[in-house]
């Protein structure tokens, strides 16, 4: 009965082995050359004059909530639109309700206001 499970354990064993060994691996081969050039900013190359820690607006955070959540919701047009044909009325039925239901929440949404900069 447990010959079931072989397969299982032995998948998650080899993932516990890569997971806990490739940073380990990379510890132990990487190269450790610290200089200057290594320690300056990359992302825009301008020297930072303010802290890293420095307080957000709370509608920064709503509006990436909001994203996220719609971004994700609208993912799930790409299965349906690929058996579309096979749901026949049914299936645009359902869409049509999903969508209207993502556009009373996002007019409900804007209605609070959570879309104004101010």
């Known amino acids: 009965m447990l010959d079931a499970y072989i397969p299982i354990l032995a998948f998650f064993g080899i993932c516990v082995v890569f997971a806990a060994g490739v940073p380990l691996l990379s510890a132990?081969?990487?190269?450790r050359k610290p200089s200057?050039?290594?320690?300056?900013?990359?992302?825009?190359?301008?020297?930072?004059q303010i802290g890293a820690r420095?307080?957000?607006s709370v509608s920064f955070?709503?509006?990436?909530?909001?994203?996220?959540?719609?971004?994700?919701?609208s993912i799930f047009?790409?299965?349906w639109a690929t058996i579309v044909?096979?749901?026949?009325?049914?299936?645009?039925?359902?869409?049509?309700?999903?969508?209207?239901t993502l556009f009373i929440?996002?007019?409900y949404v804007w209605r609070k206001g959570a879309f104004r900069w101010e």
């Open 28 to 31: 132990w081969l990487g190269p």
């Open 36 to 48: 200057p050039e290594k320690s300056m900013p990359y992302e825009s190359g301008v020297v930072p």
């Open 54 to 56: 420095q307080r957000f």
């Open 61 to 73: 955070y709503v509006t990436a909530m909001l994203f996220i959540i719609f971004d994700v919701e």
């Open 77 to 79: 047009l790409f299965p």
């Open 85 to 100: 044909r096979q749901l026949k009325i049914f299936g645009f039925v359902e869409m049509v309700v999903f969508i209207a």
């Open 105 to 107: 929440g996002l007019v």
